[in-house]
């Protein structure tokens, strides 16, 4: 347990991960919160709240307070970030400034949610950073030159993709897809093509197991369980890689579209240093097989998938305490924290 540490928070959809400047990542949980319902109290949050999703009883609901990037349930998201805080440190008499991690493509609104609930964990001071911004550090790239990097964030629920240079987001677009929106079009094909209607847990094992979005050199299948559509009982179906592939071309499209208009709006000495430098894929969802190879082929632009890609926002966020100094309250981009400065 660390005492009267500044923080980074990487909040997303799928998973919290605190950071402290020189430890990296501290602390990885799921965002999931348990409560009872009758009660108001907050029975787990993190992994022990995870076990419980889809499996309560009336009384007890477990959920997952982010949806698409953004705070769903703000009482909820204060909550957990509470007790992940404090699990993560002890802050005694001295409040951690917090850094913490925001979609590029977040509103006004939302920004102010975050803030106030960083605030009610336990911050003295909040800061936002863009997570594409966040990422490129924590991806080990040199974002203080006059040189453009492209870095693809594809999380739980939202997907950003942003040109970076001097520090700062160039140009961005964040779309509500990302990992979670695959587990979901695996789903309904499914229950399309087979009538059997499975959970999100065996669609998100499913992903991770035979999921593509580049056709593999061999078509292998995997049995998959839920229940038919037509008895109610349990039944078994074979799905294969090629269906998959299938199942995912819409989320796919869509994130390759956003790619596209990023590169098209970025100035072009920008887009010939991306040429150069290649396009980095960071986030859980860029994990899924094949993205590489699929975001190269379709831009002719050299694509690799970062060390440790799930982390790398957390990662970033840690590194990036040590500017936090010279950061502005509610900051989100270090470019914009240096127009204001001059
Ligand atoms: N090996 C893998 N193959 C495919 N997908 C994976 C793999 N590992 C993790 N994922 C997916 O990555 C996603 C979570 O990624 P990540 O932790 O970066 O998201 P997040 O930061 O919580 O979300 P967001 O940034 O959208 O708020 C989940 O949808 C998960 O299923």
Redesign the pocket.
Known sequence: MLFGRDIGI????????VSTRGKGVILREP?VVAMDKNTGRLLNVGMAAQRMLGRTPGNIVAIRP?R??AISDYDMTERMLKELVRKAINFGLFKPRIIISV?SGITEVEERAVIDAGIEAGARKVYLME?PLAAAVGAGIDIAKPDGHMVV????????AAVLSLSGVVESESIKA???A??DAIIKYIRRKHNVLIGDSTA?EL??SI?CVFPRSESTSVDVKGRCLMTGLPRIVPISTTEILEAFEEVTERILETIHRVLESTPPELVADVSQNGIVL????S???GFDKLIETRTNIPTHIADD??LC?GYGIGKSLELVNDMHEGTINLARRKQMKS
């Open positions: 990487d909040l997303g959809t799928t998973s919290v991960l965002s982010l698409d990037g979609s997570a964030d594809i999380g739980g629920g939202t997907t950003d990302g990992g979670e695959f587990d998100e992903k991770k999921g960071t986030g859980g969802g994990l899924l097989w890609a799930e926002v």
